[in-house]
């Protein structure tokens, strides 16, 4: 069974800095997703950037991008030019590739960017 | 788009009563996804439909729960009879499987439901 975890619980950062949110998954797939959400205070999930294992490249969406290693299973967040618009719940998420399967969901990580 | 439709945003009930939640997916969208959220458990995915079609309901957690998709643009979650345990933000999401692309869910704003 697939696991997604995500370490620290909590996180907080000044605007305009840069903070790296950390994803570890266990899998024996080789092929899958991986997904950011987040969830501000509106409690409203929204897609923040995704990344497919087969990709060598890492995504990049604006100020948000990842760095995956896939030998160490490994799917952080960097969020640069931190603002306040990014205090959110943080989610990591895994979904096989083989099939269209249920999406997993990390705990989450909690960050607050501080004026 | 409107996006995806939930109904009630919130909800409170007295325990033993029904409870039924509704959501309309993006028209358009093969895949529908009911999830539940609480402080404890986090986010946990209930049921999830492939073309009205229930596909995985591992996650139900008793027979309490039940999910329907009559079609293609309704869903609906039932409750019965409810109890204090069950209050939770449950959310709606729909998805389309297109090609080998990371395909991305899209999420209700959720209905919270409190029962007493």
């Known amino acids: 069974a697939q696991t997604v975890t995500q370490s620290q619980p909590e996180m907080s950062v000044q605007e305009a800095e840069t903070v790296t949110l950390s994803c570890t998954y266990d899998t024996s797939e080789n092929n899958y997703y991986l997904f950011w959400y987040k969830q501000p205070p509106s409690r409203q999930m929204i897609l923040v950037i995704r990344?497919?294992?087969?990709?060598?490249q890492n995504a990049t969406e604006n100020r948000f991008s990842v760095n995956f290693q896939k030998a160490a299973k490994s799917f952080s967040l960097k969020i640069s030019d931190s603002q306040l618009g990014d205090t959110a719940m943080y989610f990591c998420a895994f979904m096989k590739q083989t099939s269209y399967d249920k999406v997993i969901f990390g705990p989450g990580t909690s960050l607050s960017v501080i004026p | 788009d409107a996006g995806v439709i939930q109904s009630p945003r919130h909800e409170v009930t007295e325990m033993g009563q029904e409870v039924t939640l509704r959501c309309k997916p993006i028209s358009g969208h093969d895949y529908l996804f009911w999830y539940r959220q609480t402080m404890m458990r986090g986010l946990e995915l209930l049921i999830y439909?492939?073309?009205?079609?229930?596909?995985?309901d591992s996650g139900m957690p008793e027979d309490r729960f039940s999910a329907k998709m009559p079609n293609a643009s309704f869903s609906t979650l039932k409750i019965q009879p409810s109890e204090p345990r069950d209050s939770a933000v449950y959310f709606c999401a729909s998805s389309l499987r297109l090609g080998q692309g990371a395909p991305e869910q899209y999420f209700g704003p959720g209905t919270r439901l409190t029962v007493t």
């Open positions: 990344q497919e294992a087969y990709k060598q």
């Open positions: 439909f492939n073309n009205n079609v229930p596909i995985d």
